[in-house]
T-cell receptor, first 119, second 111 residues
Framework: GAVVSQHPSWVICKSGTSVKIECRSL??????MFWYRQFPKQSLMLMAT?????????EQGVEKDKFLINHASLTLSTLTVTSAHPEDSSFYIC???????????????FGPGTRLTVL | RKEVEQDPGPFNVPEGATVAFNCTYS??????FFWYRQDCRKEPKLLMS???SGNEDGRFTAQLNRASQYISLLIRDSKLSDSATYLC????????????FGSGTRLQVQP
């Protein structure tokens, strides 16, 4: 299957700093990538849809000025958590969509996730 | 009401047992259905897609009931390595191509 990488795999930072997380599709082009967040013992929650060459679409309740998304190429999307606070500590996972054949169900591949801890 | 609902479990079963999980979804316009598996502190991994006619992959069988808006996953001959959280996942359509996740059902297979 297709491979999606994320970097870093984990990060610990001080409150008030910014953290950038990269999501790359390694062997396919992804016009759309998705960013999810998962708190302990909860389900993945979609934060935003990242579209190559255009602005991201944010889900209700997600602050676009706090979670900056850039999708400058077909293989890379970045999520920057600005002025991070302890409540932003979570598991952030990206996924990239690979188009299948016409009429087939498209498939999303997940990156390994980034565990963010804000002190 | 949550868009995708699952019994959180945990389901504790002995090796070799058969176990079934159910999931219900609220949006009747949902288009695609999946079961993902997530190990502790790891990303979700696609286990199988779910088709209207039902489908089987080895020890795993998935079924979809559109009329009742539920999805099931049956695991036969459980292995220790099947211990994980199983996520029911739905593409609710309406132009969105992201996935909506259930909170997951935890399975613990015991020796």
């Amino acid at each position: 299957g297709a491979v999606v990488s994320q970097h870093p795999s984990w990060v610990i930072c001080k409150s008030g700093t910014s953290v950038k997380i990269e999501c790359r599709s390694l062997d396919f082009q992804a016009t759309t990538m998705f960013w999810y967040r998962q708190f302990p013992k909860q389900s993945l929650m979609l934060m935003a849809t990242s579209n190559e060459g255009s602005k991201a679409t944010y889900e209700q309740g997600v602050e676009k000025d706090k979670f900056l998304i850039n999708h400058a190429s077909l293989t890379l999307s970045t999520l920057t958590v600005t002025s991070a606070h302890p409540e932003d500590s979570s598991f952030y996972i990206c996924s990239a969509r690979e188009w299948g054949l016409a009429g087939a169900t498209d498939t999303q591949y997940f990156g390994p996730g980034t565990r963010l801890t804000v002190l | 009401r949550k868009e995708v609902e699952q019994d959180p479990g945990p389901f504790n079963v002995p090796e070799g047992a058969t176990v079934a999980f159910n999931c219900t979804y609220s949006n009747s316009a949902s288009q695609s259905f999946f079961w993902y598996r997530q190990d502790c502190r790891k990303e979700p991994k696609l286990l199988m897609s779910v088709y209207s006619s039902g489908n089987e992959d080895g020890r795993f069988t998935a079924q979809l009931n559109r009329a009742s808006q539920y999805i099931s996953l049956l695991i036969r001959d459980s292995k220790l390595s099947d211990s994980a959280t199983y996520l029911c996942v739905v593409n609710i359509g309406t132009g969105r191509r992201a996935l909506t996740f259930g909170s997951g059902t935890r399975l613990q297979v015991q020796p």
